[in-house]
T-cell receptor, first 117, second 116 residues
Framework: GAVVSQHPSWVICKSGTSVKIECRSL??????MFWYRQFPKQSLMLMAT?????????EQGVEKDKFLINHASLTLSTLTVTSAHPEDSSFYIC?????????????FGPGTRLTVL | AQSVAQPEDQVNVAEGNPLTVKCTYS??????LFWYVQYPNRGLQFLLK??????LVKGSYGFEAEFNKSQTSFHLKKPSALVSDSALYFC??????????????FGKGTMLLVSP
């Protein structure tokens, strides 16, 4: 199957700093990527849909100015958590969608564990 | 709105016994249903999907799922559980967003614990 990578796999930062998480599709082009957030022992919640060359579409309740998404190329999307606070600590997972030939199947990255002190 | 429900927070089974992880769905139109597995601090791994066709879908690692339209269910099954199957399992349904894009909406997850 298609491979999606994330970097870093874990990060610890001080409150008030910004953190950038990269999501790459390694062996396919992804015009659409998704960013999810997962709290401990809970499900994945969709944060935003990232589209190459255009602005991301955010889900209700997600702060656009806090979670900046850039999809600069067909293989890279970035999520920047600005002015991070302890409540932003979570597991962030990206997903890239393959249009052909896999029925719009989504492949998931390994996730990034963010801890804000 | 499309949604899936996983009624069990946790399923316990002894190694070698059959396992079932339950999922019910609520969709308008034809459902596209998926099962994923997540190991600790890892992303999701695809197990299987139902799009159309045979109601019994076979997937990775010996798992299978049965699509039942009358009961709106898509339960995950395996004839003989392994300790290494212990993980968090998510049922998901393809959802169309207000933006027009489609993505996956997940159930809350079911922790499967297989004892030796």
């Amino acid at each position: 199957g298609a491979v999606v990578s994330q970097h870093p796999s874990w990060v610890i930062c001080k409150s008030g700093t910004s953190v950038k998480i990269e999501c790459r599709s390694l062996d396919f082009q992804a015009t659409t990527m998704f960013w999810y957030r997962q709290f401990p022992k809970q499900s994945l919640m969709l944060m935003a849909t990232s589209n190459e060359g255009s602005k991301a579409t955010y889900e209700q309740g997600v702060e656009k100015d806090k979670f900046l998404i850039n999809h600069a190329s067909l293989t890279l999307s970035t999520l920047t958590v600005t002015s991070a606070h302890p409540e932003d600590s979570s597991f962030y997972i990206c997903s890239a969608r393959v249009v052909f030939p896999s029925y719009n199947e989504q492949f998931f990255g390994p996730g990034t564990r963010l801890t804000v002190l | 709105a499309q949604s899936v429900a996983q009624p069990e927070d946790q399923v316990n089974v002894a190694e070698g016994n059959p396992l079932t992880v339950k999922c019910t769905y609520s969709v308008s139109g034809n459902p596209y249903l998926f099962w994923y597995v997540q190991y600790p601090n890892r992303g999701l791994q695809f197990l299987l999907k139902y799009i159309t066709g045979d109601n019994l879908v076979k997937g990775s690692y010996g798992f299978e799922a049965e699509f039942n339209k009358s009961q709106t269910s898509f339960h995950l099954k395996k004839p003989s559980a392994l300790v290494s199957d212990s993980a968090l399992y998510f049922c998901a349904v393809r959802t169309t967003l207000n933006s027009g894009y489609s993505t996956l909406t997940f159930g809350k997850g079911t922790m499967l614990l297989v004892s030796p």
